[in-house]
């Protein structure tokens, strides 16, 4: 740099955020900064500590959400005056904040929730929202990934499988105005409804062709054609699949699994809804009649996607080196988890295996 010239403060030009800072993006103005730094005795009246009030960076709701939401709400897809769409558990602070700071723009909020143990802070959260009027605004649907196997099927406490107590889930709409109340439908739906489901109660079209249906009609008493058969699968603890009908099931196993069951089981869903007595040496004509359903199921979604079916593929799903497991006794030496030290050590092999990570 030439004697006397004078360099201009602030980043190199060849920093990665120079140009950023040159033309920085859109932000909204929400934040009250800045906030106030006080005096904070009763974390030491010995010593002299002062603490930085983000609590009060805002009316509305303070902290930092406020910052992130001035980008956020003035940035595509975000900005403009139509609906936000979020998510967050039943109890979350930024589906809160988020609904707060839309509501001063005349903006609802469409808030995907999820499940999440109900603590006092859950509740005043969920208090909030009735308190401001933002039921009417809110979208809540509750379900869940899995349900769970107690003493079912001598799997103990596991909440993987095949079985009907696993299968099933809760799948709940609450939008006061905008869903009926108090329906219960006893109809069979799959996990891929949920997304056209909330899509179409919200009035957004995306023009994407989803494999699921939106259950909206359904719920309105509108004419409905259930879906009476379709593919289920598990590939956590054992790998399997199988095909589902109103009166039957089918679990065919790839490999062996550390529970010890037979490589294909059959259940009638009508006379043995529990599941508890495998029929498939009494019924080889239904075995097979399902396999065939279940094979041409496989083709046609292969030949959709142009993808090899995962569950022929994902051969080393249980993490270790080796390839399937040959014998259920092989799965269940390596599986097996028996107490808390065996639990780290399979939880340390998993992160390994899909972060790279060294240590637990």
């Known amino acids: 740099m030439p004697d006397g010239e004078a360099q201009e403060p602030g980043l190199r030009a060849d920093h990665r955020l120079h140009a950023w800072l040159r033309r920085p993006p859109p932000c909204l103005c929400l ?3 800045p906030t106030p730094v006080e005096p904070a005795p009763w974390i030491d009246p010995s010593a002299e500590v002062w603490v930085k009030r983000d609590d009060h960076s805002s009316d509305l709701y303070g902290g930092g959400k406020v910052r992130k939401f001035e980008w956020l709400l003035a940035s595509a897809p975000f900005a403009g005056d139509g609906p936000v769409l979020s998510v967050g558990g039943i109890g979350s602070n930024h589906l809160v904040s988020l609904a707060l700071f839309l509501r001063r723009f005349g903006r609802p909020l469409h808030a995907l929730t999820f499940e999440q143990v109900v603590t006092p802070h859950v509740r005043d959260n969920l208090a909030t929202i009735a308190s401001l009027g933002l039921e ?3 979208l809540v649907v509750i379900t869940s990934d899995h349900g769970e196997t107690l003493y079912d099927h001598e799997c103990w406490y596991d909440h993987h499988g095949l079985y009907e107590c696993t299968l099933e889930v809760p799948l709940c709409f609450v939008w006061p105005g905008k869903v ?3 329906v219960r439908v006893k109809d069979y739906t799959l996990q891929k409804d949920t997304t ?6 919200m009035g957004i079209r995306t023009g ?3 494999d699921g249906r939106s259950l ?3 719920m309105e008493g509108k004419p409905w054609v259930g879906e009476s058969e379709f593919y289920i699968t598990e590939a956590t603890w054992m790998r399997k699949h199988g095909w589902r009908t109103p009166e039957w099931k089918l679990i065919q196993a790839l490999e062996p699994d550390f529970h010890f069951k037979p490589e294909i089981e059959l259940y009638n869903l009508v006379k043995d809804p529990e ?3 495998n029929v498939a ?3 080889p004509a239904v075995v097979k009649l399902l396999q065939s359903r279940m094979l041409e199921h496989i083709a046609r979604r292969e030949k959709q996607t142009g993808r090899t079916n995962p569950m022929y593929t994902n051969l080393k799903w249980h993490g270790f080196p080796h390839g399937p497991f040959t014998s259920s006794q092989q799965a269940y030496d390596e599986m097996h988890i028996g107490s808390p030290n065996a639990a780290q050590k399979l939880q340390a092999r998993e992160l390994r295996r899909q972060r790279g990570q060294k240590k637990l």
Do not use: M, V, W, Y
Request: net charge negative; no cysteine.
């Open 31 to 33: 934040a009250d900064l």
């Open 136 to 138: 009417e605004d809110t």
């Open 180 to 182: 009926p109340a108090g």
């Open 281 to 283: 040496d009494r019924e």
């Open 216 to 218: 909206k009609p359904r």
């Open 275 to 277: 599941e508890n007595t």
């Open 208 to 210: 994407i062709k989803f």
């Open 196 to 201: 056209p489901t909330i899509l179409d109660l």
